[in-house]
């Protein structure tokens, strides 16, 4: 078990830019779900995968967000166009998917848009 | 959804015992109520979770009234290392278990 590893830790971009972050689980988690949290708050869901399906996204996901999970192992989450308001730290968690279950989240990336 | 109610912020000192209190009055039967916490610049840790009766794992315990409408999460033997931001959440197994984080307590240890 080495945890949930995302990469990358820390990335600073230009309005405008696009950036893609990546999440690898907990191998054999079938679970997957992003996280978005700004300075001060509680993380904020996004969305969430069973295996490569995304079952479920938040109204915050806009348009220019997309999260894919292609084989049901890493995920990939991608905003396109940045703006300010999208600095935060983005964290992933992975769980297994029983019922009374626990999830297990990365350091998250840090995402500054200049 | 269940929410939970918690204070913004306590302080405790180094060795005393920490006592957390969470208010979720709307709890309905089967739900869980879980703890975790985040310390600065981490993602947030699984604590512990119970139902109705009291849990004890080796971070903490976690003591549910019987009328399940409030819970404490007691941290013995409270270190520098456990100050965080501590989280009550009522998981929503409708959507996954999908977490909603309130805005927690934030937990200062002073030595």
């Known amino acids: 078990d080495t945890g949930v590893s995302q990469n990358p830790r820390h990335k600073i971009t230009k309005r405008g830019q696009n950036v893609t972050f990546r999440c690898d689980p907990i191998?054999?988690?079938?679970?997957l779900y992003w996280y978005r949290q700004t300075l001060g708050q509680g993380p904020e869901f996004l969305t969430y995968f069973q295996n490569e399906a995304q079952l479920e996204k938040s109204r915050l996901l806009s348009d220019r967000f997309s999260a894919e999970r292609p084989k049901g192992s890493f995920s990939t989450l991608e905003i396109q166009r940045t703006e300010q308001g999208d600095s935060a730290m983005y964290l992933c968690a992975s769980s297994t998917g029983t019922v009374l279950e626990k999830l297990f989240f990365g350091s998250g990336t840090q995402l500054s848009v200049l | 959804d269940a929410k939970t109610t918690q204070p913004p912020s306590m302080d405790c000192a180094e060795g005393r015992a920490a006592n957390l209190p969470c208010n979720h009055s709307?709890?309905?039967?089967?739900?869980?109520v879980y703890w975790y916490r985040q310390i600065h610049s981490q993602g947030p840790q699984y604590i512990i979770h119970?139902?109705?009766n009291n849990e004890t794992n080796e971070m903490a315990s976690l003591i549910i009234t019987e009328d399940r409408k409030s819970s404490t999460l007691i941290l013995p033997h409270a270190t520098l290392r456990d100050t965080a931001v501590y989280y009550c959440i009522l998981p929503i197994k409708a959507a996954g278990n999908k977490l909603t984080f309130g805005g927690g307590t934030r937990v200062l240890v002073k030595p």
């Open positions: 191998s054999e988690h079938n679970r």
């Open positions: 119970g139902l109705k």
């Open positions: 709307t709890i309905s039967g089967n739900e869980y």
